[in-house]
């Protein structure tokens, strides 16, 4: 067993990770279909995004509390069986109680199972790490999900068709709207074009902190370099005295 | 035996299982970068729909229904890893070079949305055996027809300048909307 | 071999776990369920005739698994009663492959005289203006009176996938209206 202390995240670093630095949808770019298929609409997005966070909370826990009992030889086929089981349960939950929601996601419910990002964080942090631990971990995650996902469909839907339902607000009407950005084919292409912005913005900021630190490192390099003649410079110096 | 041509042809074309339902959109993006990947994905993941599609609709009406019907995404999704576990130790053993270049995405095919969701669909459109055949095939026929198409793209892509933000991932999107808007064209076709 | 069966043991506990949770989810949940899809029956029929008119349905669904389902389009079939128990209407269930999803439909027909009586759309994505023209009520009061063994539908242009999905609808219903025999005689 290594003796090397394993890095920790405090609770808001752990959420703030999964909203921004490492969105779900945006720089891991996972769990792509039901992000292209349920961002017809403001409210389908949320209702998705929220069924994500909850299963990814359950799920994260659940798999934390029992990572120390379940052999490592057949972990994957138990972790998959406990998020199914999860999944299912929502699935009752929504067709028993949430109609609307249920009927909106349609067949990207069920397939929250297979949602990489489940699995992943399953078994990328939640295999090792502690139960709070996990559990913040799961809410950074399945809130940078929403997010994404939020702000996917609400470019969609008010360019699209002009209003926003969930908020009741209307920019244009829907005659005059780009309509083809609620169809397939505009899915790809609106998050194609806020993958590459986010991406652009990105590259942008690393290249500028890439400059400050080369600067950095050049400015430390020249005083060593001086600081380096100063000393040869002294030598001679005193070697010519001794002379 | 037109009501199955139709059906093929719907499930090939018109509901394309990755331009028009978002099903296997993950590995779409990721693996067509190259046509040899590419192709080995798209018949991997053809066998496995196939194969499972018709396993987990018998398993539903011979086994779980009626009783027991509420277990089904459960029973399904581990019926799909056994599947892929079981073909990838058939290719380990009958091609090395193929497992060798398909590598670790094998695995990958369990979590693609594509399977599980034949799988789904199946049950939840009611279909008759040999339209569940019919369904499954030219579905998952549809998924290996684009990646292939889409893996020729992306190879001409990169010879592009397109701007850095927008290299890879972006570039293929828009790429697929592309595709996205050619293939609703065949809508009318039936 | 000592680990081999802890394995398998520890796999048949999860699976008797699971499913265990999982049945008592499902009996917990089944009841509300099944109560919201009757009642989201009975809001369909009351779109055509309502409680209030002294109609009640009497749900004559067919089952919904493959072995059963003889008419792929339509998804039930209701009697509409009137307040003297007397059949009054038919109404079919239907849906059908629109250009954008599913065209969901309720077709009430009169069995005695074998005419189509209500037509509703509840539920459909036509484009808007084009396809979902036929929605509206002057092109549904074409439809209405027209005997269900030939029911002719305006052909409007650029429109003909919602064309052809309404036609298959009522191609379908024709076919169990008459295979089935639901006419009634006075």
């Known amino acids: 067993m290594s003796n090397q202390k394993k890095k920790r995240y405090t609770p808001k670093q752990n959420v703030l990770r999964g909203l921004f630095k490492e969105n779900p949808t945006f720089v891991l770019v996972l769990g792509m279909c039901p992000t292209l298929g349920v961002t017809t609409s403001l409210e389908n997005a949320l209702g998705m995004g929220l069924s994500v966070l909850f299963v990814l909370l359950l799920t994260n826990s659940l798999i934390s509390m029992i990572r120390n009992i379940v052999p490592a030889e057949i972990r994957i086929p138990v972790y998959i069986v406990v998020i199914a089981l999860v999944v299912t349960l929502l699935e009752w939950i929504l067709q028993a109680y949430f109609i609307t929601i249920y009927d909106a996601l349609g067949i990207y419910l069920p397939l929250i199972v297979v949602n990489c990002i489940i699995l992943g964080r399953a078994e990328a942090f939640a295999s090792d790490n502690t139960i709070i631990d996990s559990m913040f971990d799961g809410m950074g995650m399945g809130l940078g999900f929403t997010l994404g996902l939020s702000t996917l469909a609400f470019t969609r839907e008010l360019l699209g068709t002009g209003q926003v339902g969930l908020f009741g607000f209307k920019l244009f009407e829907a005659n005059v709207a780009a309509g083809f950005l609620v169809q397939p084919a505009g899915a790809f292409l609106t998050l194609g074009v806020l993958i590459g912005i986010i991406n652009t913005v990105r590259l942008d900021k690393a290249a500028k902190k890439k400059a400050i630190m080369d600067e950095k490192i050049r400015i430390a390099l020249e005083k060593k370099a001086a600081k380096k003649a100063a000393l040869e410079a002294q030598k001679l110096q005193e070697a010519m005295i001794n002379e | ?190 | 071999m000592k680990k081999a069966v802890y394995f398998a043991v520890f796999l048949s506990v999860t699976a008797m776990l699971v499913t265990a949770i999982a049945f008592l989810g499902y009996s917990i949940t089944a009841p509300t369920i099944e109560q919201n899809r009757i009642d989201s029956i009975n809001k369909n029929i009351a779109i055509l005739y309502s409680a209030e008119d002294g109609f009640i349905s009497n749900s004559d669904l067919p089952e919904n698994a493959y072995q059963e389902k003889d008419y792929k389009l339509i998804s039930a079939v209701y009697e509409v009663l009137d307040s003297t128990g007397k059949i009054h209407a038919i109404i079919y269930n239907v849906s059908a492959q629109g250009r954008n999803g599913l065209v969901y439909a309720l077709i009430a027909v009169n069995p005695y005289t074998d005419t189509v009586e209500a037509v509703t759309y509840y539920k459909h994505g036509e484009t808007p203006n084009i396809g979902e023209k036929y929605t509206r009520d002057d092109e549904i009061s074409k439809l209405l009176g027209q005997s269900i063994s030939n029911v002719v539908i305006d052909v409007i242009a650029d429109a003909s996938t919602t064309w052809s999905a309404i036609e298959n609808m009522f191609n379908e219903v024709e076919k169990h209206y008459a295979e089935q025999e639901v006419h009634i005689n006075e």
């Open chain 2, 1 to 190: 035996m037109s009501d199955l041509l139709t059906l093929a042809f719907t499930s090939f074309l018109v509901q394309n299982i990755i331009l028009n339902q978002f099903l296997g959109i993950c590995s779409f993006l990721g693996v067509s970068n190259k046509r040899s990947s590419a192709l080995g994905m798209g018949l991997a993941v053809f066998f496995v729909i196939t194969l499972s599609g018709i396993v987990t609709w018998t398993i539903y009406y011979e086994i779980l229904y009626p009783d027991l019907t509420f277990m089904r995404t459960i029973v399904f999704i581990l019926v799909v890893a056994a599947m892929v576990q079981i073909l990838e130790m058939a290719i380990k053993k009958f091609s090395p070079t193929l497992y060798n270049s398909l590598g670790v995405y094998l695995p990958l095919i369990t979590t693609n949305c594509a399977v599980l969701g034949v799988a789904l669909l199946n049950i939840q459109k009611g279909f008759t055996f040999s339209e569940m055949v019919v369904f499954s095939a030219f579905t998952s026929f549809g998924y290996t027809a684009v990646i292939f198409t889409f893996s020729y793209i992306r190879e001409q892509m990169v010879k592009a300048p397109i701007p850095e933000g927008f290299k890879g991932i972006p570039s293929g999107l828009v790429a697929a909307s592309i595709m996205s808007l050619i293939f609703k064209g065949f809508v009318g076709l039936i």
